[in-house]
């Protein structure tokens, strides 16, 4: 008895929606008027037609508003960043005698406060161009759902909708944020004639000196030189410009369907992002192994592109495991590769990792704090267990040394 209550209160709330809809409240009131004009009072025949009228006419007029409208849309630029804005330009045309009233234009943009645009008149026999500050707050291909324009002139009683066509679709990249040069101690590896003069680093000639930075390893400080000058001086040396880095972004933990998991989930693809952003400009090759494929290690802007659009379109809650992804990598973890895995710390306390030194992790929380559990067959691995995802921009941004050791 107790589980059938809610199935009724059910009912009756969605009898009672039902009941306060415009459209329900006037076909209930010209039937009445109908019925008792027809058999009571004469009078009350005129009443009903009229409410009649106005109903036909409420349901009818915003979809013969529509059939003579003809919508376009398209955005001036085909990437953006992460809460960056675009301009949206719309192109109507009526081909009606008479003006149509009320149009609102829905985006969806996953953003129900931001997602349409209104447009109080258009005129008749007309050709007109809107123009609309397109702002997503989500990665992605956009629109994420069907545009189309609405209107519900002139009662409210019934809203008529019509697709819109896009021209072409946006991508919506990752938002990025600054982060420190690769774990110095994997880039010691001679890659021969692949240095790179302009850039600072660790694994090339001496360049010279320069202060301290909060993250610089203690190994690298010139005591001589710190002694007489009174402050901590470090060593700079040319940048080793080809040394293959590859990323290795596992989303099975997460979710879309869980609030948390998919907030997690989208600070663990910003990390990335920003890990090739940051390196590649820094002038590494970068590559990334996520469960859309493999991209190996290239440097340059095209090879920036294109991880930022297959970063953009990863989705969260995928089949492909951390195992999967590892053994695809396989070959870049033999080769001596820096490798640097993003994950969720369920599936890297469920994962046995190698004994492989040039693997660092990045676990990000599933339930908003971390579990700090025992990693298998390897108790020594560095790896970052974030207290909140947001943390990875404090820490990615101070060094990996910082970060890993303290």
């Excluded at 676990?363 to 067959?377: C, D, E, K, S, T």
Aim: aromatic share 10%; glycine share 8%.
């Amino acid at each position: 008895m107790r589980k059938q209550l809610p199935k009724c209160l059910a009912i009756l709330y969605r009898l009672l929606d039902w009941t306060h809809r415009p459209n329900i409240i006037l076909t209930a009131s010209a039937v009445c008027a109908a019925l008792l004009g027809w058999g009571l009072y004469d009078r009350l025949l005129p009443a009903g037609a009229l409410l009649g009228v106005i109903l036909v006419l409420g349901m009818a007029w915003p979809w013969i508003t529509l059939a003579g409208l003809a919508l376009k849309c398209q955005f001036t630029a085909q990437r953006i960043g992460e809460g960056e804005s675009v301009s949206l330009q719309i192109g109507l045309m009526n081909y009606w005698p008479w003006p149509a009233f009320d149009l609102q234009l829905r985006l969806g943009s996953g953003d129900a406060r931001a997602d349409s645009l209104r447009i109080p008149r258009v005129a008749p026999w007309s050709q007109s161009e809107h123009h609309w500050e397109y702002r997503p707050k989500r990665r992605g291909v956009h629109p994420l759902e069907r545009v189309e324009v609405c209107t519900a002139f002139p009662f409210g009683l019934w809203q008529a909708r019509k697709a819109v066509v896009v021209s072409f679709p946006l991508l919506v990249w990752p938002k990025t944020f600054p982060v420190a040069p690769p774990p110095w101690e994997y880039q010691r590896e001679s890659w021969i004639g692949q240095r790179n003069p302009h850039l600072a680093g660790y694994g090339g000639d001496f360049l010279g000196l320069r202060p301290f930075r909060r993250g610089d390893t203690i190994r690298r400080v010139h005591w001589p030189q710190s002694l007489r000058l009174q402050q901590l001086v470090v060593c700079e040396q040319e940048a080793e410009s080809r040394m293959p880095i590859l990323l290795v972004l596992d989303t099975s933990g997460f979710s879309e369907q869980d609030r948390a998991l998919q907030s997690a989930g989208e600070w663990a693809v910003r990390a990335t992002a920003s890990l090739a952003r940051g390196w590649l400009e820094m002038g590494y090759t970068v590559g990334l192994v996520c469960c859309r494929g493999l991209t190996p290690p290239r440097g340059g802007t095209h090879q920036l592109h294109l991880l930022m659009d297959t970063l953009a379109q990863v989705p969260l809650g995928s089949d492909t495991t951390l195992a999967q992804l590892l053994h695809e990598a396989r070959p870049w973890l033999l080769d001596g590769s820096l490798v640097v895995v993003i994950t969720s710390e369920t599936a890297l306390l469920a994962t046995p990792l190698g004994s492989e030194q040039n693997v660092h992790y990045i676990a990000f929380p599933v339930v908003g704090q971390n579990q700090n559990g025992p990693l298998r067959g390897r108790p020594s691995v560095c790896c970052l267990f974030l207290d909140t995802p947001e943390d990875c921009v404090r820490y990615l941004a101070v060094g990996w040394e910082k970060t890993c050791h303290g």
